[in-house]
């Protein structure tokens, strides 16, 4: 353990050195030439480097697959980008969303931009969202990954060397998460080591875990605020996602905290953007109104969704507050209430205390049948209502269930199994005819 953190406080130092270096390279935003922009020879290198590791990206990474909600994340981009750097024929913005629970974002230097549902999930109304995406496009449009990988060969660092140094980190940070009993934590950290690192996906390290250092990450935020003022977006909304980014819902870890560790620290830019924006006060303008029922259609089933993925990791407390959420945008969604009844069910499963858990089960119970209610086709729930009603000894209900779901979901891995428990309650005379 000694050994593990005395390695990991000398990757830290050196990363941190190497980062220091990074900032030190100028040079003009792509936007400041216009429709006469010209990528430089290294420059068209590094995006031929950056769309093969995307194409990696996409072969391990699942997309969340929603068309409407791409084309609206593009929209937003669209209004985000200024003028000049619409000109440009080079670079255009292309949003993809990765199923992912994390809090992330991040981009190519071609102009790729990546969200997690974890990320988008979390925003409240389009001006946090555009807060996200503006600052990504910051950093495409002011060129980072070259100033980085610039810097780094003027300062006769590796370019790998981050990489090389986050491994080590990640290596730590994930012994620590076991030896803690932290396991979904290790699982995590795991994962995107192996795919990131592991699959030679340099950059997306760099621009997803690593970021480009304080100062480069402080331009991209106020590039960002910059870019929302310009398009009439509240900027005073743009702290808020940082406090956003700081919430833990009651989890005993966080693993944003691990994955965003290289920015800035979150309460310096919650301050950082609250001083930009009173200094700025003279010079903004009037938000200008927007159709926010659009973000509520295109995200609703995103917060749901990711609601699913923190269930599967068990962070409970967040996934109940991304289901209150969502409940409240789809007071008649059958998928809402499922997952309401799972959560309920895992709460059952660890309560405290019997009479606890019983109110628990009988809420998730309550949850389930409302699923069936506005989907009578909803196979999982009719499974999850008969394992409940069997607990309760209720078995003309249990039979009835588990009879449903093995004809809605014939070849599912577990049919068989259910179709034993139906063997076994008519054995026993307790399956209605």
Not at 19 to 32: D, R, V
Not at 168 to 184: F, K
Not at 234 to 241: C, G, H, L, Q, S
Not at 402 to 427: G, N, S, W
Request: charged fraction near 30%.
């Amino acid at each position: 353990m000694i050994a593990r953190k005395a390695t990991r406080g000398l990757a830290l130092v050196t990363l941190v050195a190497f980062l220091a270096a990074c900032a030190t390279t100028s040079l003009p935003p792509i936007s400041a030439s216009g429709a006469a922009f010209e990528p430089e020879r290294d420059e068209r290198a590094l995006w031929r480097q950056s769309r093969e590791e995307e194409r990696k990206l996409l072969g391990e990474f699942k997309v969340y697959a929603d068309p409407l909600l791409e084309d609206y994340l593009d929209r937003v981009a669209a209004r985000l980008t200024p003028a000049e750097m619409a000109a440009n024929p080079e670079v255009r913005y292309r949003v993809t969303v990765l199923e992912n629970p994390t809090l992330n974002a991040f981009a190519y230097p071609h102009g790729s931009l990546y969200v997690h549902t974890g990320m988008l999930s979390r925003t409240e109304n389009e001006d946090q969202l555009a807060t996200v995406l503006g600052h990504e496009m910051t950093h495409v449009e002011n060129r980072h990954m070259l100033r980085y990988r610039r810097a780094a060969r003027n300062r006769q660092y590796g370019f790998l060397a981050a990489a090389v140094v986050g491994a080590v980190i990640l290596a730590g940070e994930q012994g620590e998460a076991w030896e803690e009993g932290d396991y979904s934590r290790a699982a995590q950290i795991g994962v995107l080591s192996d795919l990131l690192l592991g699959l030679g996906l340099k950059l997306a390290f760099i621009a997803a875990v690593n970021g480009y250092g304080r100062d480069l990450e402080r331009e991209a935020d106020e590039g960002g605020f910059e870019k929302l003022r310009a398009a009439g977006y509240d900027v005073d909304e743009a702290p808020r996602i940082y406090e956003i980014l700081s919430e833990d819902h009651g989890e005993q870890s966080k693993l944003e905290g691990f994955f965003f560790g290289s920015h800035p620290r979150l309460s310096e830019r919650i301050e950082s953007a609250k001083s930009w924006i009173a200094s700025e006060a003279a010079a903004s303008t009037a938000s200008e109104p927007h159709d926010r029922s659009e973000f509520i259609r295109r995200l609703r089933p995103v917060i749901r969704d990711d609601a699913r993925m923190n269930l599967e990791l068990g962070r409970l407390g967040l996934a109940e507050a991304q289901l209150d959420r969502a409940l409240e945008m789809m007071p008649e969604d059958s998928e809402t209430h499922f997952l309401i009844g799972r959560l309920r069910a895992q709460r059952a499963a660890t309560a405290p205390s019997s009479h606890d858990g019983d109110a628990f089960e009988s809420d998730a119970l309550a949850a389930f049948q409302r699923a069936i209610e506005l989907d009578a086709d909803h196979a999982l729930a009719h499974r999850e209502l008969g394992l409940i009603a069997y607990r309760q000894q209720d078995f003309a209900t249990a039979c009835r269930q588990f009879r449903r779901y093995t004809e809605l979901e014939p070849k599912a891995d577990d049919a068989q199994r259910m179709r034993d428990y139906v063997r076994e309650l008519e054995r026993d005379g307790h399956c209605p005819d």
